[in-house]
């Protein structure tokens, strides 16, 4: 049989990688080693976070399934960040991990071209640096031009209760381990990563009185376009580690797989191991403990990862407020599995040594349900392209999350599992949750992943952001509107408001003033979207902010978008130090821009890069010659 586009793994890589490519109208194949798997939770039961959420939203924007599954399957939502500004606003949504499993399945079932096919990978295959197919274990041999590789923690994944470990790509599931052979023959490097997971708690032996209780936000907007108003069923609680806890992993901290005197590799270190927190960390007399619930009889505690025996775990659990009597359900265990390093895919997270395979997920060294989901879209959509005949398509910083994490992963590497977060975004303020379908609505129009609701609701929502710019433009507030309005809601400064009148925009940029408090006297706002509220307050309150970074954009987008040459001889450029010729041989960048982020490569020697392009421009007679394909 032959495919334009084959996916290896069920997760939520390859589900988005294999619902994209088939969304592009590619005839595409989903392989994994379950069918009743696909979509599976294999950590916390929930989506978003700071800079995940806008992940998720991204996800949504280019028509992918994510967003659906989480907001479909939410048991609770919330609002993160708020305080902070909408650089940092996001979205979480605790989710019912079984109605999820079920929805992903459903999705992929029913998605046009999309063929699902149990059974295990055991060897790539590529002719003279280009893809030929995928051979299964059973003997099965399978015919493609695009190969998409996802797997998460499966690929030859090892799971540690303390010292005792056995071979799983999770609980009960056994691992991936055939093709790093495969990938290592063909010239990919493979290293080792780790990570670990909470126990879960029998709920009806939890006891939440005098805990701090969580509610859901019925504020929250949902991730997604296609989904309604939040669902708030349950409450989460919030306790706390103690010092008689820590002890006891400190006495028994050896017993940990993390500690142990022949540790795995590297974990992550923005989702710390209980271990980790207690060791590096010693001043802090507690941490937070967030009780959720997950499905209606166990609890996930989240803040505690943890590869310690699970005797320690239950004699850790028994000394917090509220499970004195908690019986753990299903211990924590640690994970170390395979990765592929990512400095050896272009930022459409295509092969740079055959043509037609990429890599998505955790395969590339992140971790987290969000960065592993944007990632196979991503690979779906450029192995569709791959597969069409079509140029490929590349997302810059300044353009999505999704681009920046690209970025990052391809020209830097990863050293442990890699963590979105809205601080490695130059562009944040830019990169908002709630613009995410703006930023992002046009490219997939062109890519053909917009469907015709999302469509339909994008075009509403930019009609709202337009009128209501209109609107807040014209209307002019007197001085006993202004003075009206200031008795009424909690606004700050009232006795330094202007005695004359006043834009209703000039108005809405003080911090305290929210577009919602001008309802009653500007009707005409409640003709349009309210999908366009928050936007539109955003783009008028922060103005100038936004107008600045779009100039220091366009300001770097010369050196950013200035394109190397494929096969130029980083040798022969005059004035690179050895170290640099080193690191962009190795690399290869395809921009001054990633060139200028690579560590080891100085001032000096990027200077003396752009000058040495520079001249090759003018002497090429025309600077498309070079220009960047990060467009």
């Given at each position: 049989m032959v495919y334009d586009v084959i996916v290896v793994g069920g997760g939520h890589a390859g589900i988005e990688a294999a619902l994209a490519a088939a969304r592009c109208g590619q005839k595409t194949l989903l392989v994994t080693q379950r069918l009743a798997t696909i979509?599976?939770?294999?950590?916390?039961?929930?989506?978003?976070?700071?800079?995940?959420?806008?992940?998720?939203?991204?996800?949504?924007?280019?028509?992918?399934?994510?967003?659906?599954?989480?907001?479909?399957?939410?048991?609770?939502?919330?609002?993160?960040?708020?305080?902070?500004?909408?650089?940092?606003?996001?979205?979480?949504?605790?989710?019912?991990?079984?109605?999820?499993?079920?929805?992903a399945k459903e999705f992929v079932g029913?998605?046009?071209?999309?063929?699902?096919?149990?059974?295990?990978?055991?060897?790539?295959l590529a002719t003279a640096g280009q893809i030929q197919g995928l051979e299964l274990v059973d003997?099965?041999?399978?015919?493609?031009?695009?190969?998409?590789?996802?797997?998460?923690?499966?690929?030859?994944?090892?799971?540690?209760?303390?010292?005792?470990?056995?071979?799983?790509?999770?609980?009960?599931?056994?691992?991936?381990?055939?093709?790093?052979?495969?990938?290592?023959?063909?010239?990919?490097?493979?290293?080792?990563?780790?990570?670990?997971?909470?126990?879960?708690?029998?709920?009806?032996?939890?006891?939440?009185?005098?805990?701090?209780?969580?509610?859901?936000?019925?504020?929250?907007?949902?991730?997604?376009?296609?989904?309604?108003?939040?669902?708030?069923?349950?409450?989460?609680?919030?306790?706390?580690?103690?010092?008689?806890?820590?002890?006891?992993?400190?006495?028994?901290?050896?017993?940990?797989?993390?500690?142990?005197?022949?540790?795995?590799?590297?974990?992550?270190?923005?989702?710390?191991?209980?271990?980790?927190?207690?060791?590096?960390?010693?001043?802090?007399?507690?941490?937070?403990?967030?009780?959720?619930?997950?499905g209606p009889e166990l609890i996930y505690p989240g803040g505690l990862p943890t590869g310690l025996a699970p005797a320690t775990q239950q004699a850790f659990i028994n000394c917090l407020a509220g499970l004195e009597k908690t019986v753990i359900a299903r211990p924590g265990y640690?994970?170390?599995?395979?990765?592929?390093?990512?400095?050896?895919?272009?930022?459409?997270?295509?092969?740079?040594?055959?043509?037609?395979?990429?890599?998505?997920?955790?395969?590339?060294?992140?971790?987290?349900?969000?960065?592993?989901?944007?990632?196979?879209?991503?690979?779906?959509?450029?192995?569709?392209?791959?597969?069409?005949?079509?140029?490929?398509?590349?997302?810059?910083?300044?353009?999505?999350?999704?681009g920046v994490m690209l970025d990052d992963l391809t020209v830097l590497g990863v050293e442990e599992p890699y963590r979105v977060f809205t601080s490695r975004a130059e562009w944040r303020l830019l990169l908002r949750e709630d613009n995410a379908d703006s930023?992002?609505?046009?490219?997939?129009?062109?890519?053909?992943?917009?469907?015709?609701v999302r469509r339909s609701v994008l075009t509403k929502k930019r009609a709202g952001i337009r009128?209501?710019?209109?609107?807040?433009?014209?209307?002019?507030?007197?001085?006993?509107?202004?003075?009206?309005?200031?008795?009424?809601?909690?606004?700050?400064?009232?006795?330094?408001?202007?005695?004359?009148?006043m834009l209703a925009a000039d108005f809405l940029k003080r911090p305290s003033v929210k577009l919602e408090y001008f309802f009653s006297s500007v009707p005409?706002?409640?003709?349009?979207?309210?999908?366009?509220?928050l936007t539109l307050e955003t783009e008028i309150k922060f103005a100038g902010y936004l107008a600045r970074q779009e100039k220091a954009i366009k300001k770097l987008a010369t050196q950013e978008n200035q394109g190397l040459p494929r096969e130029l001889d980083f040798r022969g450029v005059p004035g690179l130090s050895r170290e640099a010729v080193e690191i962009l041989s190795r690399t290869r960048p395809l921009t001054l821009g990633q060139a200028s982020r690579l560590r080891g490569v100085t001032p000096a020697s990027l200077s003396a890069l752009a000058i040495f392009v520079h001249k090759l421009t003018a002497k090429a007679g025309q600077s498309s010659a070079l220009t960047s394909p990060l467009t």
């Open positions: 979509g599976a939770l294999s950590c916390n039961p929930a989506f978003g976070g700071p800079a995940k959420g806008g992940l998720v939203r991204e996800v949504d924007a280019l028509g992918g399934y994510a967003g659906v599954g989480a907001d479909r399957a939410a048991t609770q939502c919330r609002i993160l960040g708020e305080k902070k500004g909408p650089a940092a606003r996001a979205t979480r949504n605790l989710v019912d991990r079984t109605a999820y499993n079920e929805l029913q998605c046009p071209g999309l063929t699902l096919l149990e059974g295990e990978a055991k060897n790539i003997g099965r041999t399978l015919k493609t031009g695009s190969l998409v590789l996802t797997g998460g923690t499966f690929w030859n994944g090892r799971i540690y209760h303390g010292l005792a470990s056995q071979p799983g790509g999770r609980v009960g599931e056994g691992p991936a381990t055939h093709l790093k052979a495969s990938l290592e023959s063909l010239g990919h490097r493979v290293g080792r990563l780790s990570t670990s997971t909470a126990p879960r708690l029998l709920a009806k032996t939890v006891d939440t009185r005098g805990l701090e209780e969580q509610a859901g936000d019925p504020k929250a907007r949902p991730f997604s376009a296609l989904s309604g108003p939040p669902k708030n069923l349950v409450s989460c609680f919030l306790t706390w580690t103690n010092p008689k806890a820590h002890q006891i992993v400190r006495d028994n901290i050896k017993s940990s797989i993390i500690y142990a005197d022949n540790p795995v590799s590297s974990g992550p270190r923005y989702c710390p191991s209980l271990e980790d927190k207690i060791h590096h960390f010693p001043h802090r007399e507690r941490h937070m403990v967030f009780l959720e619930p997950d640690a994970i170390e599995y395979d990765y592929s390093d990512p400095t050896l895919l272009a930022p459409t997270l295509e092969s740079l040594l055959v043509k037609g395979l990429f890599l998505a997920g955790q395969i590339n060294g992140t971790s987290g349900y969000e960065e592993a989901g944007s990632q196979g879209l991503w690979a779906g959509v450029g192995a569709a392209l791959r597969s069409s005949g079509s140029e490929p398509f590349y997302l810059r910083r300044d353009q999505a999350l999704l930023r992002l609505g046009e490219i997939a129009e062109n890519l053909g992943l917009l469907d015709p009128a209501g710019h209109l609107i807040l433009g014209q209307t002019w507030f007197p001085p006993e509107r202004i003075q009206d309005i200031a008795r009424q809601y909690p606004i700050e400064d009232k006795d330094r408001l202007t005695e004359g009148p005409e706002l409640a003709t349009i979207d309210p999908a366009a509220y």
